[in-house]
């Protein structure tokens, strides 16, 4: 069973969605309000909507005056947050459509090998259309250009309530901003793809964006949230939750305070069950029976950040980091389970540091806990600068998949890999148990 959370997000979805297709004549998973001249946004047109907002440029010289322009911008900022005007949900929902049905030119790019979706693109889009939606929840019609830097803090969860995402049949994607602080917003978004006549949930992901100024270095107010009825205010309230569960969470961090007594008899269990019998020595270790040492499941990768991957203010684009994450954490789980893994939940993404154009990324994937068919990842990237040999954590990524067997157990050596094991433990618990 999955948790309270989640179905709670699930009865979410349905605010004011607009009606889906149900009936009609179509082809295949060819959506009819995915016709040609619909005039709703086409996923490929997300990041120009963007650059429009900010002012920036495809050319990269010409992005680079542009967002040395954007400092003059600082003067149009509010004071505080009772000088902007107050927006309600409907302002800032969106629904962008993806066609793979009616466009085949368009699937190249989000199919595997294997002729299914890339899921890593599925995230780029998701980081894409939360910025846009926060971008609208604080539009100002009497300003040309946005004062404000939005960008992407955490990717707090993502629920597939679809495993399979066919690669023929027409996406669309729905969201609106459910909760606001003085300079954050949670932004829910929820996919669904056309098939046989109608609209199925694929997924419900919660993005947490930040506002800053126009140079990207200090926190910048954002417009309150006014909910408008019942249903607003109770998933406005459900926002006020998920900040209070962050916050306990960071709280109980295994990297500030002790594990549980629970957790402890667990670590010490598993050292136990590694302990030579015929030595009973306590740096003699044998692996038990399907095992894997926790050393011995590690992937890692390096990307070299270059201008084609940056975002609107000069960065590298959330959603690329996003994706590759993603895809060595896959491949990751794919060769420890022997198996093609699929994903189930997507969670406590952390946005720790910006990555510059030109910074070395270092990925760093690691199977930290297992339990029967399911698998949890935890990816760690950093940027190394080559000239003073420093190494800075940008992100950190959790994501839990479910294999078609039962996989190995994961062991941990070290107290450092115990503590990943159970934060692992935690992420997995939250995923499936509630």
Not at 9 to 30: D, E, I, P
Not at 268 to 291: A, E, I, M, W
Not at 370 to 377: F, L, M, N, P, W
Request: proline share 5%; aromatic share 8%; with cysteine.
């Amino acid at each position: 069973m999955f948790s309270p959370r989640f179905l709670l997000l699930r009865s979410a979805a349905s605010l004011r969605t607009r009606s889906l297709c149900t009936g009609g004549v179509s082809q295949g998973g060819r959506a009819p309000d995915m016709a040609e001249g619909n005039p709703l946004l086409h996923v490929s047109n997300v990041r120009n909507r963007l650059r429009e907002i900010v002012g920036a440029s495809t050319n990269w010289s010409d992005h680079q005056h542009a967002m040395t322009e954007r400092v003059s911008l600082s003067s149009m900022l509010a004071n505080s947050q009772q000088d902007l005007p107050a927006k309600t949900m409907k302002d800032s929902y969106l629904e962008v459509h993806l066609p793979l049905g009616s466009e085949p030119q368009l699937r190249e790019k989000y199919l595997t090998f294997h002729n299914t979706v890339r899921f890593g693109r599925i995230l780029e889009d998701l980081d894409s259309l939360a910025v846009l939606i926060s971008y609208s929840h604080t539009h100002n019609p009497a300003l040309k250009r946005t004062p404000l830097s939005i960008v992407t803090a955490l990717v707090d969860k993502i629920d597939m309530r679809q495993h399979v995402i066919y690669p023929d049949c027409d996406i669309k994607f729905t969201g609106h901003v459910t909760w606001v602080g003085k300079t954050s917003i949670e932004a829910k978004m929820h996919m669904s793809q056309y098939r046989d006549g109608a609209y199925s949930p694929v997924l419900d992901a919660t993005f947490v964006m930040v506002a800053r100024d126009p140079e990207n270095k200090r926190a910048a107010f954002v417009n309150p949230l006014k909910p408008a009825g019942s249903e607003e205010d109770m998933i406005f309230q459900e926002g006020e939750a998920n900040k209070s569960r962050r916050v306990e969470l960071s709280t109980a961090s295994l990297l500030k305070v002790a594990p549980t007594d629970e957790e402890r008899k667990i670590v010490h269990s598993l050292f136990l069950n590694t302990l030579d019998t015929k030595t009973v020595s306590f740096s003699s270790r044998v692996l038990p029976p399907n095992s894997v040492w926790m050393e011995d499941a590690k992937l890692k990768g390096l990307e070299i950040c270059h201008p084609q991957e940056r975002n609107i203010f000069n960065r590298i684009f959330g959603g690329f980091l996003m994706r590759k994450a993603y895809e060595l954490g896959w491949a990751n789980a794919s060769s420890y389970g022997g198996c093609r893994p699929r994903l189930v939940a997507v969670d406590d993404i952390l946005f720790q540091k910006p990555v510059d154009i030109g910074s070395l990324l270092l990925l760093s994937s690691q199977v930290c806990y297992t339990q029967g068919k399911y698998i949890q990842v935890r990816v760690h990237s950093e940027v190394f600068d080559p000239l003073t040999r420093q190494h800075n954590t940008t992100n950190v990524f959790h994501f839990t998949f479910v294999s078609d067997r039962d996989v190995p157990s994961i062991i941990p050596k070290t107290y450092g890999e115990s503590m990943l094991y159970l934060d692992g433990k935690r992420h997995l618990n939250q995923t499936v148990e509630g």
